[in-house]
């Protein structure tokens, strides 16, 4: 086991304000963790610092064994697959659905080449199986639901064989059926003893996928709570996350919140 992500006392100020407020933080390579958070509580923030695309006012980062400040980040940002809405804004609508994928091996988006290997096309179709839409390799990606685009955006994070998959808020927008779907696949790459650590950004219990592991719960860009999902997930570190008085249950693996009365 060894560790993915380290935040020690890591602080981000702008604007004058601590958006990150001495967070400590570690993640190791088997685990599966949630961070949660009402709006602007920092949760989108501390995914840039562990996709080493911020570094800390003060405070150590350290990310797949480096510290942020010491090491090149473009030879670690390859390490690292992120799955979010800013970059399915940016995939060509008439790109085919496998060429979203493979061109990921290229670190481009957008098809860029007329032939791509072989070996990877292949992986980029087993990878949209995995997801649960290997039949729509050959559709464009203007022509998928939202639903399918997240999927698909998580094959394209997992090609580059990842060891750290990073995703924020990947239910967001989606319907009831779409958001299922979703829980679903993420619950099969958690399971995955193979898959990447993952570190997945919600603003709502229902969408945490069985199997993960561990949570961390974010106020005003501090730490609430932090730890195995099990022991650290309840109606008291919920309430004072939200700052509103909040009752959980689970069922099944599944999560669900609503106001304590
Ligand atoms: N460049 C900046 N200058 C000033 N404030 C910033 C800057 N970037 C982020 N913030 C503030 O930092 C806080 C944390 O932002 P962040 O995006 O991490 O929150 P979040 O938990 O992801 O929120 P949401 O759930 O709404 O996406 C917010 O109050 C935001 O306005």
Do not use: C
């Not at 990842?162 to 619950?187: F, I, Q, Y």
């Not at 909040?246 to 069922?251: A, E, G, R, Y």
Request: no cysteine; hydrophobic share 45%; proline share 4%.
């Amino acid at each position: 086991m060894a560790s993915v992500i380290e935040l020690v006392d890591t602080t981000i100020v702008r604007g004058g304000q601590r958006i990150l407020d001495s967070v400590t933080w570690t993640v190791n390579d088997d685990e599966r963790w949630v961070v949660l958070g009402a709006n602007g509580a920092g949760k989108t923030t501390v995914l840039q610092v562990a996709g080493a695309q911020m570094h800390p006012t003060s405070g150590i980062a350290g990310v797949l064994g480096e510290v942020l400040g010491t090491v090149d980040v473009f030879e670690l940002q390859p390490r690292i697959g992120h799955a979010g809405s800013a970059l399915a804004e940016r995939v060509p609508r008439a790109e085919l659905v496998r060429d979203v994928v493979v061109s990921a091996a290229y670190a481009v988006i957008g098809r860029w080449r007329e032939e791509y290997d072989e070996l990877d096309l292949e992986r980029a179709v087993a990878l949209l199986d995995q997801v649960g839409i290997g039949h729509l390799a050959d559709r464009t990606f203007g022509t998928l639901s939202e639903g399918e685009r997240k999927r698909t955006l998580i094959a394209r994070a997992l090609m580059t064989d990842p060891e750290l998959m990073l995703l924020d808020e990947p239910a967001a927008g989606l319907d009831l059926g779409a958001r299922e779907d979703l829980v679903s696949t993420l619950a099969g790459l958690a399971a995955d003893p193979a898959a990447p650590a993952i570190v997945l950004v919600s603003h709502h219990v229902e969408e945490i996928p069985p199997g993960f592991t561990h949570v961390l719960m974010l106020r005003h860009g501090r730490v609430v709570a932090a730890g195995p999902i099990g022991s650290t997930l309840n109606d008291d570190t919920l309430t004072s996350t939200f700052e509103t008085p909040l009752t959980i249950t689970q069922h099944s693996g599944r999560f669900a919140a609503r106001r304590a009365s």
